[in-house]
């Protein structure tokens, strides 16, 4: 288990004049409830979040970490609780949709996690992690086709997660920010990345036009699931 020991200085001193302080403000308790979190202590992290919430009901950011903290600490269904409580005050935080997304799908229910996900995808497109984990909850329930092409634009919007797939699966990316986050033995490496002469001896695939794709998709599904 780590310790505050890894925390910085200025944060050990919060923790201390949080302990001399009654009046303390609750933006005080959220920071040192944060830095719980980041070092892995979220069973200490949880009552900070919680005080800082008494002192401030109304911030949502303070409800929403009390949520992480509870789920990191295996507390899930607390942490939809805190999730609901954050939304009735922010209904289409990105965030906290795609968290409570999370928090339903570690408990195995899957159809709500689809819907939070796609909740926090309509209020942000742009979030690769949200489109990440509904690729991977997609591919848990079967659905391989429209699984896939979540994952695609996870890969898209957070090139960093493509760029690590490469140097781990040795599998190339088309994702020119993701290439250009490679190591140079896999930027270089005539495998993956064959130089143009050897691209021109090649044989060519063109991909399915979406209407094809989608037919097959859809009876790949149901071969699946019959």
Aim: charged content about 25%.
């Amino acid at each position: 288990m780590k310790d505050l020991s890894n925390l910085p200085e200025g944060l050990r001193r919060l923790e201390t004049a949080i302990k001399q302080t009654a009046s303390a403000p609750a933006r005080a308790y959220y920071e040192l409830g944060e830095a719980y979190l980041t070092v892995g202590q979220a069973a200490k992290a949880l009552p900070n979040f919680e005080e800082a919430t008494k002192r401030d009901p109304r911030e949502w950011r303070y409800i929403f970490k009390a949520g992480q903290a509870a789920q990191a600490g295996g507390q899930v269904s607390r942490a939809v609780n805190e999730y609901r409580r954050a939304l009735t005050i922010v209904p289409e935080q990105p965030n906290v949709l795609a968290a409570m997304g999370s928090a339903y799908a570690d408990l195995g229910n899957a159809p709500a996690a689809l819907a939070a996900f796609r909740q926090a995808l309509a209020a942000d497109p742009a979030d690769g992690a949200a489109q990440s984990n509904l690729g991977s909850l997609l591919m848990r329930m079967g659905n391989l086709g429209e699984a896939e092409r979540a994952l695609r634009e996870a890969v898209r919007l957070r090139p960093e997660v493509a760029a690590s797939i490469v140097e781990t699966t040795r599998t190339a990316s088309t994702n020119e920010a993701a290439t250009r986050l490679l190591s140079p033995a896999a930027r270089e490496n005539p495998v993956l990345y064959p130089p143009e002469a050897e691209l021109a001896r090649g044989e060519w695939f063109q991909a399915q036009a979406a209407a094809p794709q989608k037919f097959r998709d859809r009876l790949w599904t149901e071969i699946k699931s019959a």
